[in-house]
């Protein structure tokens, strides 16, 4: 998870140096180059929130890549945009679930069952 957080972050980096360069949203570089150095230095990081980072990247984009095909930004970088928000989501999920084999289902944290919620109006009566 760490490479694919790296190589995505430089993908994203040279997505928005190439969108400066065309100089044609800059309203969309900033934070393009912002999320792509997040995510590489959180990849040579030792944290322990790596998933959520790629998962936060990803919801990130998406709506960075709804803005921007609201706004009619180049076709070519709003699907940049969404592809890189898919690509996170992917990395997000292959060690969330099973399904993708880098995980069994030892290795998942387990839910701990909870009672019903008790909020502060619901006065118990001990008898």
């Known amino acids: 998870m760490d490479g694919g957080l790296a190589i995505f972050g430089f993908g994203l980096f040279l997505l928005s140096i190439a969108n400066l360069f065309a100089r044609t949203s800059y309203w969309l570089a900033w ?3 912002i999320i792509s150095m997040v995510t590489m230095g959180m990849a040579f990081s030792e944290s322990k929130r790596l998933r959520n980072v790629s998962l936060g990247a990803a919801g990130v984009l998406g709506v960075l890549g709804i ?3 609201a706004t009619g930004a ?3 970088l709003t699907l940049a945009v969404f592809l890189f928000a898919v690509a996170f989501g992917m990395l997000w999920a292959e060690f969330r679930f099973t399904y993708f084999g880098h995980v ?3 290795e998942l944290p387990h839910r701990a ?3 019903p919620v008790h909020w502060p109006w619901q006065r118990r009566r001990v008898p």
Do not use: E, N, S
Request: charged share 15%; hydrophobic share 45%; proline share 13%.
């Open 31 to 33: 934070p393009l180059l």
């Open 67 to 69: 803005i921007a095909l």
């Open 74 to 76: 180049p076709w070519w």
């Open 104 to 106: 069994t289902q030892q």
């Open 113 to 115: 069952k909870r009672g």
